[in-house]
């Protein structure tokens, strides 16, 4: 069992910068792949990118190229998503997941959700 926990959602304006963090916890937390995701209201949740916890793969689907960047601190077990240039129609919850491999983060099948944490974008 692996348990995920986000944090550091809060309202920012457009163009400002935003950082969530997402703690894994459990025997083999340390084994899994994670991966962020969003959901908007009314839109389906939608994968925004992950990493793998041993080596530096990170993948990231292009909606947000350039904009977010994950990165890891393997001895918190945290991960993070640095967001910048924040725009309106990123406001979203956010969501942390866990899983046994990379694509099964990008296809939306992770093993482990997080409760999510809610961001705001103001213009």
């Known amino acids: 069992q692996v348990q995920v926990v986000e944090s550091g959602g809060g309202l920012v304006q457009a163009g400002g910068s935003l950082r969530l963090s997402c703690v894994a916890s459990g ?3 340390s084994s899994y792949a994670m991966g962020w995701f969003r959901q908007a209201p009314g839109k389906e949740r939608e994968f925004v990118g992950a990493t793998i916890w041993s080596g530096s793969s990170t993948l990231y689907p292009d909606s947000v190229k350039g904009r977010f960047t994950i990165s890891r601190d393997n001895a918190k077990n945290t991960v993070y998503l640095q967001m910048n240039s924040l725009k309106p129609e990123y406001t979203a919850v956010y969501y942390c997941a ?16 997080g409760q999510g944490t809610q961001v705001t974008v103001s213009s």
């Open 27 to 29: 025997r083999t937390a």
């Open 98 to 113: 866990a899983a046994t491999s990379l694509p099964s983060l990008v296809v939306l099948t992770p093993d482990y959700w």
